[in-house]
């Protein structure tokens, strides 16, 4: 009798810890969090970007997959004026990839800080987009506030912070839009590049500049030599 009661406790406990795995009660919490990203979002302003996150398949499971993950997101979240503003025709006329990469061009794979976003003077960010245009958003400093640059290019200012577990938010006024990427080149919102075209302005300036002044002084030295000339032919040698 005694060693049937020890047998059923045994297998009793066995089956506990098989249907209780510490990593399974973590993976459920996450991807409960991860379930209540459109919630955040809808919470506090942004219920029409999170509408459009609820009906992109693609999107919404990256986003989910990257608070689920462990490793942080922060959504750059246009609030419901700027994405009335953007209008639901023109995110209805993309094709199912464009919607994914519009959307997913306001996330980033790491939380940020208002503190370390405030610290940033001029940086180049990925974003969870890919594809053949340019995904990158430059984040900087504007006056007194973070600014975010597309490389469409469009702007938006930072309104509004909400911060969660495996997730920030930032609150935007305008929906920001990714640029065209062309197989010749692309164009880096950067200002080294800034300066290179500006010194190359200033340099064919110059150089306009020195061949006028050069005509002119060409002109009037051919002046000069026809006068010289008439001046001598004048001349008539007295015998």
Not at 176 to 199: F, I, Q, Y
Request: glycine share 10%; proline share 3%; hydrophobic share 50%.
């Amino acid at each position: 009798m005694a060693l049937a009661v020890a047998g059923a406790i045994a297998t009793c406990s066995i089956l506990l810890l098989l249907r209780t795995p510490y990593a399974e009660g973590q993976s459920s919490e996450a991807t409960s969090e991860a379930f209540m990203m459109e919630q955040i979002l809808s919470d506090n302003g942004c219920g029409a970007f999170a509408g459009l996150i609820a009906s992109t398949a693609a999107a919404g499971e990256a986003f989910r997959a990257q608070i689920a993950g462990g490793r942080g997101l922060t959504i750059f979240c246009p609030d419901d004026e700027a994405v009335a503003a953007f209008g639901s025709g023109r995110f209805g006329n993309l094709s199912a990839d464009g919607q994914a990469a519009l959307l997913l061009y306001h996330g980033v794979a790491t939380l940020y800080s208002e503190e370390a976003l405030g610290a940033m003077f001029d940086r180049k960010v990925a974003t969870l987009a890919h594809g053949p245009g340019d995904y990158d958003i430059h984040i900087f400093r504007g006056p007194g506030i973070p600014m975010i640059l597309s490389s469409s290019p469009n702007m938006a200012c930072i309104t509004k912070m909400v911060v969660n577990d495996r997730l920030v938010v930032f609150l935007i006024d305008s929906v920001l839009v990714p640029g065209e990427r062309t197989a010749s080149a692309s164009w880096n919102w950067d200002w080294e590049h800034v300066l290179l075209v500006v010194v190359c302005i200033a340099v064919a300036l110059v150089a306009l500049v020195a061949l006028l002044i050069g005509l002119v002084l060409l002109k009037r030295l051919c002046q000069d030599c026809a006068t010289a000339y008439v001046s001598a032919s004048r001349v008539t040698p007295h015998g």
